[in-house]
């Protein structure tokens, strides 16, 4: 099962931007989707973004318009840029592997939306 690693996380002010990583341990072309979720305390998992094999992408609907993923098959990466950050996007975000018949997360990269 592939492993996960984000990175990118930190703390930038409010209407910034921050580009966060996730690097598999193996190929990831064949998976069926690769996506970002987050958590804020008190608050359950929500997506942020999703990426299929085909291209196609879903993006949760607080941030729609502000963030883009992308995968990059050759390098095993995949890639979530986010702009005009808020504070209410402070959250641990996870990458997520999902291949139909199992899923995999990694361990998360904290965002912090503040001045």
């Known amino acids: 099962q592939v492993q996960l690693v984000e990175s990118g996380g930190g703390l930038v002010q409010p209407g910034g931007s921050l580009r966060l990583s996730c690097a598999a341990s193996e190929s990831i072309s064949s998976i069926y989707a690769m996506g970002w979720y987050r958590r804020s305390p008190g608050n359950e998992l929500e997506l942020v973004a999703s990426m299929s094999t085909g291209g196609s992408r879903n993006y949760g609907d607080s941030v729609k318009g502000r963030v883009t993923i992308s995968r990059d098959n050759a390098k095993n990466m995949v890639y979530l840029q986010m702009n005009n950050l808020k504070p209410e996007d402070t959250a641990v975000y996870y990458c997520?592997?999902?291949?139909?018949?199992?899923?995999?997360w990694g361990q998360g990269t904290q965002v912090t939306v503040s001045s």
């Open positions: 997520n592997a999902d291949s139909l018949t199992w899923a995999a």
